[in-house]
């Protein structure tokens, strides 16, 4: 799934270009690439399906160009996470009705990478055998508050749980309690299935969204695929596959795992996971000269320069015609400013 | 004068172009193009004679196309304004025995105009009849720190008096003091003489300077005095034309005036002096969104967005490759920084 536009992460993400797309951690490969160098390592390159807004569709093909562009399925409106995946499982389905699949979003960092290979292997040996929807939970490290958290329940074996609960973002107090206790790991956003499991828990949880897709029943995989989907898939309800089936079905289960994971959702989250210089700076392809500056994150592009004097704990994005300057603290106000901008400049900025 | 590099408002000012030959108030016209356009309505356009470093003679030619290359004495060497004002007056006497002159800074801000050239013709009156070494003096608004002050002496007429003395930046106190007495005025660095005045000052107050001249007597004005200055002008000492001359000759006269006037010569004096948007920041050349910050100077080229959260009176200057972000308090810290940036990367970035 790379469809996002980043917001978060305005303006060094931008609407043409967003988080998914940028070589965020200065690698030479973006998270995009990053992500399908992992998968292609369990998955054959030719079944690897990329789920992207339509105007994304260029840029996709231009970052993996092994890809066919069959293999792309460019939605025509941001439907959140529910119709995207019921329209993967639809066409994955109607190529082989008994296949499995794993959904993984494309702006994620992970490292341990073999333990998520080998957790990724033991999760298909799972769902290929059960009529189960699995979730990967992250062990915690820390009483993130940033998180979605799982609670396992009955215990399948040592890494499978029954899912028991699902919290969203917890405060401060509540995630310490869930770290105390050990039942309860982190929400990846990465799920394994079989198709026709999925497509069996949206019929029972999300019967709106079932039924748009039940109606084109015999066009996945043929040329009307498109077509239909062009027709249709705008009248889907925008809604999260958490909300819309893994809070409701009650065939939900949750391989635990330890690999590294971060979900690089705030400028903060990039921050603590990026290495820093000797005065607690990041620098994201950058210079930096820092006087009396600490606790900074720079993400600026084409080795500019960055001298700074008296700041602490800022964000600092330049993004050629954007430049943001934010606490970090203050960064859940950056989607307000993206609207601001928005409302006073036109698209030009977004 | 437009020789100088303009370190203080670094990145905005570049080596490559410094502020002199930037559109500092987004009028359309650069610093020396405004003072041109002020001195061409005294001075006949063939009278003028422009003093900049050999670096910047085509940048000159470029923002003052009604020049011929003739009136460019680009000089071979930096060495402050005595040297560079000598060369001026030989070149001048060379053409005109009985010249006057008007040496004046490219770089200032200089507002109420038509008083400027009444005050201007008034000393071209005063000095053609005198062997006097003028300057003009403007009368303080507040008590600047950052000024040299005249003390005036006695009285010639009400607008015209001997020079008591010279008084560099003083500090707040002795600042105040001078605006109490009423007798001291801003020194303006703009000066008016007859050539063969400051020729004859700096025989008697500038010996060393004076000697390089006079051995090139024949050659100012003929094909050979670019090549008599290229050998002799870098052997002059560097030093200003205040300490050179005019704290020591004894023909000195200040001409007192009140036409608005500004120096631009920090960051500070650039924001004090510009038009300020509805919460106090000074926007130049660009689009603000502020929230929660106040007494800024944003100076950005290109229409480029600036987004800035809790950010109070800061420079935040990018000029592209450089993004500088400064607290106004410590702009005396810039050429610090410019060094830096010289000895970590070269000189990449100045």
């Known amino acids: 799934m790379c469809g996002g536009i980043g917001s978060r992460f305005w303006p060094y993400s931008r609407s043409q270009r967003p988080k998914q797309f940028i070589d965020f951690l200065g690698t030479g490969r973006s ?28 840029l996709v093909l231009e970052q993996l160009p092994q890809l066919a562009p069959a293999q792309i399925l460019a939605e025509p409106a941001r439907r959140n996470t529910a119709p995207c995946i019921a329209w ?37 040996d ?17 009483p993130e508050t940033g998180y979605g958290y799982i609670q396992i329940g009955d215990e399948i074996n ?18 310490e309690t869930f770290i105390r206790t050990g039942e309860f790991f982190w929400n990846s956003g990465i799920f394994l299935w079989k198709a026709s499991a999925i497509i069996q828990a949206f019929a029972d949880c999300a019967p709106d969204i079932s039924r748009v897709f039940q109606t084109g ?41 330890s690999f590294g994971w971060n979900d690089l959702g705030t400028w903060s989250a990039l921050y603590d996971i990026s290495p820093k210089n000797n ?31 008296g700041l602490n704990d800022y964000i600092v994005a330049d993004a050629g015609d954007v430049l943001l300057i934010c606490p970090k603290a203050n960064e859940q106000k950056i989607k307000q400013m993206v609207n601001d901008a928005k409302v006073n400049f036109g698209d030009k900025y977004l």
Chains 1, 2 share one sequence.
């Open 88 to 124: 993967a499982a639809y066409h994955i389905a109607a190529r082989d009705p008994e296949a499995s699949m794993i959904v993984t979003p494309s702006d994620h960092l992970i490292t341990r990478e073999n333990e998520f290979l080998r957790i990724v292997r033991q999760g298909f």
């Open 158 to 175: 040592a890494e499978f749980h029954k899912v028991k609960t699902f919290t969203e973002k917890p405060d401060r107090a509540l995630a």
């Open 31 to 58: 998270l995009l690439q990053m992500t399908f160098d992992r998968i292609v390592q369990i998955v054959p390159a030719e079944n690897i399906i990329i789920l992207t807004n339509n105007s994304y569709r260029e």
């Open 217 to 257: 029943k015999g066009v996945f995989g043929t040329p009307a695929e498109l077509y239909f989907v062009a027709r249709n898939f705008p009248g889907c309800v925008s809604i999260s596959i958490d909300y819309a089936v893994m809070e409701r079905a009650n065939n939900v289960y949750v391989e635990t795992a």
């Open 126 to 142: 799972f769902v290929e055998n059960r009529d189960a929807l699995l979730t990967l939970g992250i062990t915690p490290t820390r």
């Open 279 to 309: 005065v607690g700076n990041v620098a994201q392809q950058c210079r930096v000269l820092a006087y009396n500056s600490t606790g900074n994150i720079f993400a600026v592009k084409d080795d500019k320069l960055i001298v700074v004097d």
